[in-house]
């Protein structure tokens, strides 16, 4: 009787390469890298909590957002997922009329802007 | 049910791969470092061979590279006739240390304060690295250009090895402790510290030596010209490779081959294990790394042992998933024109 033929071990995937842009890596988003530059890692920590308070702080304020192809729409600003990677939005005035809820994706999102007062 | 081994490729080098080391286990799992003749060194993921950066800054071949135990700090060995030390963490240049010719090897003391370099220059150097304008100690005495310098018996002594010979010198006196002439051209040296082993190879021998005394413990005869061996940390078995191409699994007890892999497109220039000893690397003429499994079959790092009744539904499951990119198509095409035999039905799962 012949033996059964060894299977290759399997694998989850192949090892990373060098990135394709040609930049150098070492990331400055892991792990090691945050905790080696405590100094950087506050900065973004401090940037970031600016940003969610921004938001958070814009919300039913009228808002106007400049999307590709030199479109603007006005909207009152509601809320941002987590990337982010949304904005929801009410009465989105579009040349369609006037949208109830909508929600813009970020992609699509050259700029926006907001009065402070 | 009988596994063959799956050897995982590491590209991104464009030349031939000299030199490789592994630093010591860190909070963040530990790391490789690759030396290239294409003069950028690569960082990488030492589980699971994930390409993190590149030291960019050398004009010539590298010919040596080392971490530091905690992979915080790397220094690299070139033909440019400089030695560098980098931040391992961000990839920036740190220090840049001019020497008379090429550099072929580097080594941090264990608290990273010191480092060792030997080249061409057949002279051994001494750098504190607090004081890097300053001028190193030097040792003199090889009569033939260093290819290997390491810190040894707790950095308290140096082991150094040229064409035809390997010296143990004593750091403080800076004078030679011992000398042992070799046969044949010294292609490469490991020192273990525990148990004071240093592991060297010559022709087609693999030799064993007291660190200490420099007396030959054992040796084993390989069938090709060894380039490169190292030792597992439990002493059990050690790898070598060469001019065959293949690499070689050896009981360190017993000298019995245990296995032997066929792989690698071209000679392989150096081996090394793993801090835990779960995996060994190959560098090769080749420009590739490939990482192999101690024990083929075992579940760690990117390798995962499925058992039959699991394997028939992954199995499923990946003919059913459409294929990824075209990067990752082109990459399962590589995997079956690289094994000489078929990929079976277990191949890698493709993203979707």
Known sequence: MTDPLPVPVPILRLPRGPDISGGRGFSRDSRRNSQHFPELQAARAALRERFLRLLSSARGRPARFWLWSGIAVDAEFGAADAEPVAFQVDSLRTPLGVQGAALLRCGDVLAFSIPLE | ?352
């Open chain 2, 1 to 352: 049910m009988a596994m063959r081994q799956t050897p995982l490729t590491c590209s991104g080098h464009t030349r031939p791969v000299v030199d490789l080391a592994f630093s010591g286990v860190t909070p963040y799992g530990y790391f490789l470092i690759s030396a290239c003749k294409d003069g950028k060194p690569m960082l990488r993921q030492g589980d699971t061979g994930d390409w993190i950066g590149t030291f960019l800054g050398h004009k010539g071949a590298v010919w040596g590279a080392t971490l530091n135990m905690d992979a915080t700090k790397a220094a690299t060995a070139a033909a440019d006739f400089t030695a560098k030390v980098w931040d391992a963490v961000s990839g920036d240049e740190l220090i840049t240390l001019a020497h008379k010719h090429i550099v072929k090897s580097v080594d941090f003391t264990q608290d990273s304060n010191y480092l060792l370099t030997g080249g061409q220059d057949k002279l051994l150097r001494i750098y504190d690295l607090s004081k890097p304008e300053a001028e190193p100690d030097v040792v003199s005495g090889h009569t033939s250009g260093i290819k290997k310098a390491l810190w040894s018996s707790d950095d308290k002594q140096i082991l150094s090895a040229d064409d035809k010979t390997v010296r143990l010198w004593d750091r403080s006196t800076m004078t030679e402790v011992k000398s042992l002439n070799v046969a044949m051209s010294v292609s490469s040296m490991e020192y273990v510290p525990e148990g004071q082993i240093l592991v060297i190879t010559y022709g087609r021998t693999i030799a064993f030596h007291s660190a200490e005394t420099l007396e030959q413990i054992k040796s084993f005869e390989a069938p090709a010209t060894i380039n490169s061996a190292s030792l597992h940390p439990a002493k059990e078995c050690l790898v070598a490779g060469g001019e065959d191409f293949k690499l070689y699994k050896y009981d360190y007890n017993t000298g019995e081959e245990l296995e032997s892999y066929k792989g690698h497109f071209g000679p392989i220039h150096c081996v090394r294990f793993s801090p835990d000893g779960e995996l060994y690397a190959s560098g090769s003429e080749d420009g590739t790394l490939r990482l192999w499994q101690t024990t083929v079959g075992k579940t760690y790092g990117l390798w995962k042992c499925v058992v039959p009744e699991e394997e028939n539904a992954e199995a499923a499951k990946a003919r059913t998933t459409l294929p990824g990119t075209a990067e990752e198509e082109i990459v399962a095409e590589e995997i079956a024109s690289e094994n000489s035999d078929t990929v079976y039905s277990s191949t890698p799962e493709v993203k979707a």
